[in-house]
């Protein structure tokens, strides 16, 4: 099973910018997909963004399209998200996610690794 940390998250103002690092562990991370979820207080987890495994096809929620960008360091086992043009609104603990199959990759239940989170927090 991957192990996975994150970091850089932290405080920003309304229309900046922030890179989250995630660093896996484990024996072939380079075979998941991995993920970002976001998670508001007292709100569901939420589909972010996902890597295939050789980071040829990416997805992003909606809500961030346009403005999250994830990627891959299948050499150094690193996920990343970068996010611009940031919101109040995606104020949230962010998680990184690890799974061999993701039928279903916007689903948290796919998903059987999970990382301790990173708190974003975006100012007005």
């Known amino acids: 099973q991957v192990q996975l940390v994150e970091s850089g998250g932290g405080l920003v103002q309304a229309g900046g910018s922030l890179r989250l690092s995630c660093a896996a562990s484990?024996?072939?991370?380079?075979?998941?997909?991995l993920a970002w979820f976001r998670q508001a207080p007292e709100k569901d987890r939420d589909f972010v963004a996902a890597i295939s495994q050789r980071g040829d096809h990416t997805y992003v929620a909606d809500s961030v399209k346009g403005r999250f960008t994830i990627s891959r360091d299948n050499a150094n086992n690193m996920v990343y998200l970068h996010m611009t043009s940031l919101k109040p609104a995606d104020t949230a603990i962010y998680f990184c996610a690890a799974a061999r199959v993701a039928r279903n990759f916007m689903s948290p239940q796919e998903y059987n690794s999970w990382g301790q989170g990173t708190q974003v927090t975006v100012s007005s």
């Open positions: 484990g024996p072939t991370v380079s075979l998941y997909t």
